[in-house]
T-cell receptor
């Protein structure tokens, strides 16, 4: 029972490099989310996709792009990584966007040097 | 914009004692949902409890219960008979039913249960 799967779990980048965080869920959920977690800041919403074919900005979208590839997959791309993007990133999904439980992946620790 | 505030960055409690974590939120919506999530050192986010705003009865899940005060926009979590395994970060979260689909989190409270 995989739930929400994120890859990679750890990544070290140099400033200016690009990378994509992959997320897939096998629960047939409509809504998917990307958060970043920083000490003292809690979880901040980067982008979300209420349903397949739609994406919207969250609280901190600058420097990121997303793609809802299909109902299962929602990727987060850093085009030109900056040290300020060093963080732990979580993907989450919900079957009843706006009311149901959020199911989270295990998180991806990204370090930008 | 909706906001969620957790004013206690860190707390500690003796094993078997009771502790209450505070959460306040701001919204102009009448219908919404509130959650408490637990994040142990493993980093995995785990749902502890969920409250629907239109339900006046406070939610309970075993040793975990909430005190939901809609007028005061307050949603505190009470942990009874604290156990060492309750040591974790606890996040309060909010989502409304207006169709925004956003889940907003507080900054978290780090709880340490002492033996």
């Amino acid at each position: 029972n995989a739930g929400v799967t994120q890859t990679p779990k750890f990544q070290v980048l140099k400033t200016g490099q690009s990378m994509t965080l992959q997320c897939a869920q096998d629960m047939n959920h409509n809504s998917m989310y990307w958060y970043r977690q920083d000490p003292g800041m809690g979880l901040r919403l980067i982008y979300y996709s209420a349903s397949e074919g739609t994406t919207d900005k969250g609280e901190v979208p600058n420097g990121y792009n997303v793609s809802r590839l299909n109902k299962r997959e929602f990727s987060l791309r850093l085009e030109s990584a900056a040290p300020s993007q060093t963080s732990v990133y979580f993907c989450a999904s919900s079957g009843y966007g706006g009311s149901g439980e959020l199911f989270f992946g295990e998180g991806s620790r990204l370090t930008v040097l | 914009a909706q906001t969620v505030t957790q004013s206690q960055p860190e707390m500690s409690v003796q094993e078997a004692e009771t502790v209450t974590l505070s959460c306040t939120y701001d919204t102009s919506e009448n219908n919404y949902y509130l959650f408490w999530y637990k994040q142990p050192p493993s980093r995995q986010m785990i749902l502890v409890i969920r409250q629907e705003a239109y339900k006046q009865q406070n939610a309970t899940e075993n040793r975990f219960s909430v005190n939901f005060q809609k007028a005061a926009k307050s949603f505190s979590l009470k942990i009874s008979d604290s156990q060492l395994g309750d040591t974790a970060m606890y996040f309060c979260a909010f989502t409304d039913t207006s169709g925004t689909y956003k889940y907003i989190f507080g900054t978290g409270t780090r709880l340490k249960v002492l033996a």
